[in-house]
């Protein structure tokens, strides 16, 4: 993008969406910055004329309407839709209530859902702009202690490839991205919610996954500012390339779910290759 470009990015006063923020800041592209709590999103952004901070609650229809008005009033266009507000609900999913996988889905598939719903109608009248969305190496392979999570993860994948197919006639690119472990506030107590519900046959375990999960928080291996500015060199590819995978660590794990799907494939070809009607006229 050689042009200066209007950036809506979700999550953005802290985290991953901070760092998009500062590097679209950084290279001259005007920045609409929303979150919960707006005045939050202007302490750890300052002010500057190609900003705008747009208070949004993505899992408020209602709220991503007016951030997307905001935006259209004061800019008079929006080009990149970047979907990274996401929350964590960990925890063994028969330890899960139904109140929390309600919530996990609510902010991390349905939000997402709701702030492309409301941007589409603009970017179809311009004829292009990107969608955005932050994945997970949880939308590509499930892993204990992160039903609920994967589950989201793994909704965004099918929901983004089926809208991929639906918006590129009007000129609108998609880009899934699946960072592996980034020393994000993912694993913050603001941002990580753990399972209300225990039951003892799992506290031995639980245990063990609640003392891993505590202690990774800070210890992540990747570097979110590095991956901001991967976001920014991926965006302006011509095409925008559909997929995004972030880290050494995420390379490493979609090499794995692409060899185990093609084991399960190869492993029952012959009974899977039988099962079409048999041909006219023949026997049973």
């Given at each position: 993008m050689a042009h200066q470009q209007v950036w809506f990015i979700t999550g953005a006063g802290r985290g991953l969406g901070l760092y998009i923020a500062q590097a679209a800041l950084a290279a001259g592209h005007v920045v609409v910055a929303t979150g919960r709590n707006p005045e939050k999103v202007t302490q750890a952004l300052g002010t500057a004329d190609n900003l705008l901070v747009v208070k949004l609650d993505i899992t408020s229809p209602a709220d991503a309407e007016a951030a997307v008005q905001a935006t259209v009033d004061r800019f008079g266009r929006l080009d990149v839709l970047v979907n990274n507000a996401a929350n964590f609900y960990a925890g063994f999913?028969?330890?899960?209530?139904?109140?929390?996988?309600?919530?996990?889905?609510?902010?991390?598939?349905?939000?997402?859902?709701?702030?492309?719903?409301?941007?589409l109608p603009v970017l179809r009248r311009q004829g292009a702009g990107q969608v955005i969305t932050i994945s997970s190496t949880a939308g590509l392979v499930g892993f204990e202690f992160g039903a609920a999570y994967?589950?989201?993860?793994?909704?965004?994948?099918?929901?983004?490839?089926?809208?991929?197919?639906?918006?590129?006639?009007?000129?609108?690119?998609?880009?899934?991205?699946?960072?592996?472990?980034?020393?994000?506030?993912?694993?913050?107590?603001?941002?990580?919610?753990?399972?209300?519900?225990?039951i003892a046959d799992y506290d031995e375990r639980r245990a063990a996954q609640l003392q891993f999960w505590k202690g990774y928080n800070g210890q992540q291996s990747g570097d979110p500012a590095k991956l901001a500015q991967a976001l920014l060199t991926i965006s302006n590819q011509t095409p925008l390339p559909q997929r995004f995978i972030a880290g050494a660590d995420a390379v490493t794990t979609a090499e794995q779910v692409a060899a185990t799907l093609l084991q399960q494939t190869a492993a029952y070809r012959e009974l899977s290759s039988s099962l079409s009607f048999d041909e006219a006229g023949s026997s049973n």
């Open positions: 999913f028969e330890e899960l209530g139904p109140e929390q996988i309600n919530q996990q889905l609510a902010t991390s598939l349905l939000g997402p859902m709701h702030v492309t719903r409301a941007v994967a589950a989201s993860k793994f909704g965004l994948e099918g929901w983004m490839q089926s809208l991929q197919a639906e918006v590129a006639p009007f000129g609108i690119e998609t880009l899934v991205v699946n960072p592996g472990f980034f020393r994000t506030e993912l694993l913050t107590e603001e941002s990580t919610n753990f399972a209300e519900h225990p």
